[in-house]
């Protein structure tokens, strides 16, 4: 693995060198780990070879090895900033270095050091070189002369590699610290500025598999044969676990010390037990041994070794060369996986992120980074100008041109719905009125209907589909999710189904209206042929749906594409009316939800500031440590539970919801609203995966299920089955001693699986996750919050509601707790928001979809609200393929031959590019 951490303390920095990095975790009395100067940085201070302590302290002060002036600008180490009592404390306010650490799976270092296979080590040296040749160039700095605010990359670091062979507890463990000084050479301002890594840490899990490839291909060409896993590292494949355990005690040791304090401490369950762990390591560090040089160590591990488990590291090597493939033919299936991979869900993604999965779907194989890198460069990529890092395809430039080319081209291409249309219906305020009048008149073939959080446009919807249909015209409703379709037949619309429904039928009478819901949350595929089957049928589209919120999970943003580019104007409301003061039960609430509506307005319009310091003067964000989090939060709730309001707690990751769910359910169990009597179920948590993804074997492990969400070859919609085998084409799987393979074409029809125990009882929430039929056969819906009611001894489960799921309806998580993504679209009286600090999650989407479902209030629990504020200033906006492309002018007829004229030159060189690659492998000969 790669763990990369900054150093902030110079005193910490010195000891850090003079008592670990330059002895390792054993010594002998003048022995030292002999440090290796790299990178071009290094080069420029005259430093080359060993690194001695002198020069290695020096930079650690700011200062040039040689001369020992003052390096980069930046000196002062601490700065006074206010603490959480109140008080101003110093802080370190530079960062000396970066460690980059570098460590191969347990099995390689018990192969390499108990095994005495030295060429391991040699191998992971090389392996290590070859990641950093990788991590330089992305070396950059920032650069703030004349207003500018931007980064350059300078592509040089001065680094020091430390390699060490054993753990504190002297168990095998190979690994590498790579210290990166804060230090880079500006050659424009020709001065040493401090170092930005913002690239380097983006880019951290390619240099990982840069790392590991390497590795595990010369492991391969000692005879080991390899073993990759679903959590992305790979071991050496016949290890003993027993060995692994048995070298393992260092680990053994923190699993023990954790244990200890949380059973003197249960309230620290709560907290981030990774964190914990890691804070014990450093805390607890045993006294480094005296006077025990590496070939001491090795007799140790020679003598903690049994007769069989000699025979089994030796029997590791098979001696058998790999089957050596055609380096280019191997590289291209790994290039066309990976693109199949990230193309699936974004229009525009890092190359780095391409080297990075087809390195890691090819691991081991005889190819190179340089193998990889030689596909890429012939594939004809679309190149973001300003970051020619960043690229996209044709396909999806093509079709998001076609969708904004559909809706600008439709504009007054038709007669109104109705000309000099007015409503009369009461029930609808001005704003409503207006919204429908808007939408009755107008005449193109796309029609944009905008409206935030809360505004009423399911009601204003609803009207719109009544008035339509008395002029005759027949209008089908759709939506991306079966939730939403629930959702809208309860709202009283009528002709209702899913997108995936609708076009799986391809069936709209003609001249009839097509209107969409949630239209924000349709990627680029599925618009288009939402936009084709209605031009097809001469038939008309009323987008609906907020860009603001949640968008799309597979590729491209298009209802964004067509606001930002089609010059289309939405009709839209703006009116909140979830939060309507008119719920308040006093003249203190009612204040409160005024205050609560404004925070989501400027939530909604872009001011992210403002929305956070409104709710926090109202005292809707209370910050507290993360033993407390857990509790105040599941005291709310249970408050909010026994005054029977309806509450829905979001956080933005699923380790942090389980967390949460567990804590909520058990609090509920005291207060006996959940029963103590319960039945433990096998339930099946769904997988977020790609179809690439499902055609790899790395997918899988002994607890993978899959269960059918279709009918297809036999298998009925909830049967679940194991995966047998994977072949070029199919997907093989067993169930009840039947083996049949699924095309990858049905891949759509299976959903991956994790099986886990779970315990029920009457009174349990829990979140659907896939659609289905009760017993009673009513709808089941994903993403549906259910009660229980009771459980058979045969194994249905009786919801509150009615409705009855059968044995083999086992798709569902706990459900106190969900995503944001999740809650998008539910409506309750109290949103309680648990943050876990994830800066990668948070965002300004994130922020206002999780403000604006309650009608009553919001808390928030957070560890800092600092980082919470900075976080939510974040745009969750996904680029589009339409960014990188050339301007579109306002004059269309340039804008589409400058489309045409980019695409046709693009389509040119990838056709010569494609023929010379089909040359050189021998196609077509």
Known sequence: MLAAKAQYSLGNARKYFEEHLRVGDYYTEGQQVLGQWYGQGAEKLGLSGTTRGAEFLRLCENLHPQTGERLT???KTTRMEVGQDG????????????????????SVSVAALAGGDGRIGEAHDRAVATALNQLQPLAATRVRKNGQCTDRTTSNIVAAVFRHDASRALDPHLHSHCIVFNATFDAVEKQWKALQNHDMLVAQKFIENVYYHELARELREFGYAIENKPRGDFEIQGKSQALIEKFSKRHREIDQKTKELLAKEPEKAKENIAAIRENIAHRERPPKVRDLALSRLQGLWENQLSAPERDSLRKLRVNEPPIVHTPATVAEKAVTWAEEHLFERRSLVNEHDIWRHALEHARGEN????????VTRERGYIRDQNKPGRVTIREHLQREWAIVCAAKD????????????????RQLDDEQRRAVEGIMTSRGFVTLFRGGAGTGKSFTLREVQRELQKTGRFVQ????????????ESAGFDHVETVSGLLARRQLPRDAVLLVDEAGQIGGKQMHALLALAE???????????????????????????????GLEPVELTNIRRQNPALARSLKEREQIKEYRQAVTEARDGKLPESFARLERMGAITQCSVAEQHEQLTERYLQLAKEHEPTVIVSQSWNEIHKVNEAVREALKRETLVDDKETVVAAFQPVDMTDAQKRDTRSYDENTVLVFNRDARGFKAGDSARLHSLTDTHLVVENENRVVPIAFKYLNKVTVCQQREMALAAGDRLQLKANGRSMENKKLANGELVTVKSLSSDGRIALADGRTLDKNFRQFVRGYAVTS??????????????DSAGKGATNNQQWYVTISRGKKGIQIFTMDKEQL????????????????????????????????????????KHAAQTQRVSNSLGVGR
């Open 73 to 75: 600008l930046r000196n």
């Open 87 to 106: 008080e101003e404390h110093q802080s370190p306010n530079r960062r000396v270095f970066y460690d980059f650490t570098f460590s191969p799976p347990k």
């Open 367 to 374: 190819i190179s980074l340089a193998d990889i890198q030689a």
């Open 410 to 425: 439709g504009h007054f291409k038709f007669a109104p719905f109705q000309s000099e249309y007015r409503s009369n219906n």
């Open 477 to 488: 409703v759709v939506a991306p999710q079966r939730q939403q379709v629930l959702d809208l």
């Open 536 to 566: 097809d049928n001469h038939a008309r589209v009323i987008l609906s749906g907020d860009t603001r919120q949640h968008g799309a999970v597979e590729a491209s943003d298009a209802l964004r594409a067509i606001e930002k580019y089609s």
């Open 821 to 834: 993504y999740a809650s998008q679209g539910k409506s309750v009286n109290h949103v309680l928001f648990c």
């Open 869 to 908: 504020r900075d976080n939510i200033r974040r745009s969750g906006d996904r680029p589009l393929a339409l960014d990188v492309a050339p301007r579109l002018k306002d004059s269309r007829t340039v804008a589409v031959r400058r489309i045409q004229g980019f695409l046709r030159e693009r389509a040119m």
